[in-house]
C-alpha cells in the first residue's frame, strides 16, 4: 500500500513561518492529487491545499491564499506546505493524503476527503499569539 509520512510541524508565533513535507514512499506518486488537510480539536477536517503531481495545478483554501504556497518535488516523490504569516486559528493537525486512481478528478474534488485514498498520520502545527 501507499504510504505518506508527515514532517516539519512544531510550534511558532504568530506571524511565523513552517514548511511541512509529505513524502511518499512504496510508490511514485506521478499522475496524482496531493492534498493537505488540517483538523483542530472539536472541528471537522478541512481542505487546506492541494496539488497535481504532473500539471502543476494548485488550489488553495480562501483561508490561506496569499500565504500558504503549496508544491512538490516529483523527482523526491515529496509535496511541500510552506506556510507564512502563521496565525493562531492555523493550529492544528495536518495531514496530507493522495488520489491515484481517480486523479483526474482533483480540480472539483481536493476539499473532500473522502475522495483522498491514502493518508500520513499527521504532524502537529500551533501557532501562538
Known amino acids: 500500500q501507499v504510504q505518506l509520512v508527515e514532517s516539519g510541524g512544531g510550534s511558532v508565533q504568530a506571524g511565523g513561518s513552517l514548511r511541512l513535507s509529505c513524502a511518499v514512499l512504496s510508490y511514485t506518486y506521478s499522475n496524482s492529487c496531493m492534498g493537505w488537510f488540517r483538523q483542530a480539536p472539536g472541528k471537522g477536517r478541512e481542505g487546506v491545499a492541494a496539488i497535481y503531481t504532473d500539471g502543476g495545478s494548485t488550489y488553495y483554501a480562501d483561508s490561506v491564499k496569499g500565504r500558504f504556497t503549496i508544491s512538490r518535488d516529483n523527482g523526491k516523490n515529496t509535496v511541500y506546505l510552506q506556510m507564512k504569516g502563521l496565525k493562531p486559528e492555523a493550529t492544528a493537525m495536518y495531514s496530507c493524503?493522495?488520489?491515484?486512481?481517480?486523479?483526474?478528478?482533483?480540480?472539483?474534488?481536493?476539499?473532500?476527503?473522502?475522495?483522498?485514498?491514502?493518508w500520513g498520520q499527521g504532524t502537529q502545527v500551533t501557532v501562538s499569539s
Open positions: 493524503a493522495t488520489a491515484y486512481w481517480r486523479s483526474y478528478y482533483c480540480s472539483t474534488q481536493w476539499r473532500i476527503p473522502s475522495y483522498f485514498g491514502y
